[in-house]
């Protein structure tokens, strides 16, 4: 077909099959340290901005549209991340075998894409969603931390009871209000299923590692700053339990700093429970 | 005692146990990126001049000269450097229960002192080591290296055959003039002893290992250079093994990048062998 043919006179399939889009779901890892986050934001520099720029160009579109599992904070890293776009079948098909070094070409270092494949178009990178999994390491050795780590870790110099830190975590998983721990921002629930939260100490570093169906923003780092509290023996291992009982906002809390914090890893159902997953998260946030 | 008082009146014990000197080892770590390597050099910033200068802040002293297990180029990391100096014992003994917290005080995040403690007058960081062990990490995958990782990875983005690698690097173990991979600095010995040289996959990374008994300038660089040549299918397997013959640098070894480079191990004898271990290092050199 040339520019010049009359397009009302394709037969329905081949117009279909020209206009036809696919979704893509793209595995993504980065080191947030330069980045403003995830989501775009005038003249700032952030992770879904450099992957639309880098996607458009591949792909050979004017622009691509991203939909994240999580919306990173400025400095929160991730290994695990995924997201979806539709994009033009054509396009698509032109660069499917070559896209993953094609992208390497053209993103900066600090930000790759490790898979790039059609799905199902109820694949919904938000709301499909089964649980999201994040790391919180942080260095309380008196030397500071590894400076090799550094740019992950979080350097807090002072002795930390991994013990109590983790009875005072498990008190906090099931299905709570987590609205002492989070920052409002509409008139969503912050009712949040707690699936895994465990702090155990790996060489020279403190784990904390959290599960939940989702999180609310500054939900990780707010958990995070409230167990510093108790390991640091300035809070007894209930109190952050009894912030579940909290109606705003905890103001006391701590908000532990980006740069220790990475998504891990994002779970999402079989392909033929989709469509029913998306539809009951839509529902209930 | 004051400024004022007669110092030649106090008697001999005291003067010699005013100007007793302990010999300190220090284990250090280091993320090379920002550093023009270790050795001083004018208006650089280089790790041995960023630690003397901590040194002399927390030990109240003019200067302190360190003499250095391995003298690492710009770029080059380290996890398990090791230094020595020798300090007034008073001077010391006033900071040696805090001089870690100290240390880590006043020194930039990206170089920590992971121990110092008082040794033999007869340890000697230099002369005394047994053998270093290094380890290099490659990157093969097209998508591009881990952006967590990219300090401390070489992003090669080329397939490399780790067998044929670690085929190549085994035919390099044992006593041998290893001119071919040296920058000749001066008149001295490029005959080394490599007692492990190994390639192996770990995860997403490929660790090229090798321990000896000292590394003349770039051995370690052009080593991995030539075995990223056979890796890729540009160099037989027995090419590396070839230049062993070689009497002069061989100019068709490429020096990998140096932030792929970490110092990880530096290996002493107990220290009843430590003068014998100095002297027969010092004829050897």
């Known amino acids: 077909m040339t520019a010049g043919d009359n397009v009302a006179a394709v037969p329905g399939p081949s117009l279909d099959a020209f206009n036809a889009s696919v979704r893509l779901r793209l595995d993504i890892a980065y080191d947030g340290t330069e980045f403003a986050g995830w989501a775009v934001q005038p003249g700032q520099r952030t992770v879904q901005g450099v992957l639309q720029s880098a996607l458009a160009a591949v792909l050979r579109l004017d622009a691509v549209a991203l939909t994240v599992a999580g919306r990173t904070d400025a400095g929160v890293h991730a290994t695990g991340q995924v997201a979806h776009c539709d994009v033009p079948a054509d396009h698509w098909s032109e660069v ?104 155990v100490r790996q060489d020279t570093e403190i784990v904390v590692r959290i599960q939940a169906d989702a999180f609310c923003h500054s939900m990780v780092r707010s958990l995070v700053g409230a167990l510093i509290a108790v390991g640091e023996g300035r809070r007894p291992v209930d109190w952050p339990g009894t912030l579940l009982n909290a109606t705003e906002r905890a103001n006391d809390v701590m908000v532990a700093a980006p740069h220790g914090l990475t998504l891990v890893e994002v779970d999402y159902p079989p392909d033929e429970e989709l469509t029913a997953r998306t539809a009951q998260t839509r529902a209930r946030r």
Chains 1, 2 share one sequence.
């Open 96 to 199: 499917a075998d070559s896209i993953l070094r094609r992208l390497a070409g053209v993103l900066p270092a600090d930000v790759r894409v490790r898979s790039a494949r059609v799905t199902s178009t109820d694949f919904d990178a938000r709301f499909a969603a089964r649980w999201r999994r994040y790391e919180y390491r942080i260095s309380d050795a008196s030397t500071g931390v590894d400076p090799l780590r550094r740019a992950f870790v979080l350097d807090y110099r002072r002795a930390l009871d991994v013990t109590a830190m983790n009875d005072a975590a498990a008190q906090l998983v099931g299905l709570n209000d987590f609205v002492a721990f989070c920052k409002r921002r509409e008139e969503a629930s912050t009712i949040r299923q707690v699936q895994v939260f465990e702090v």
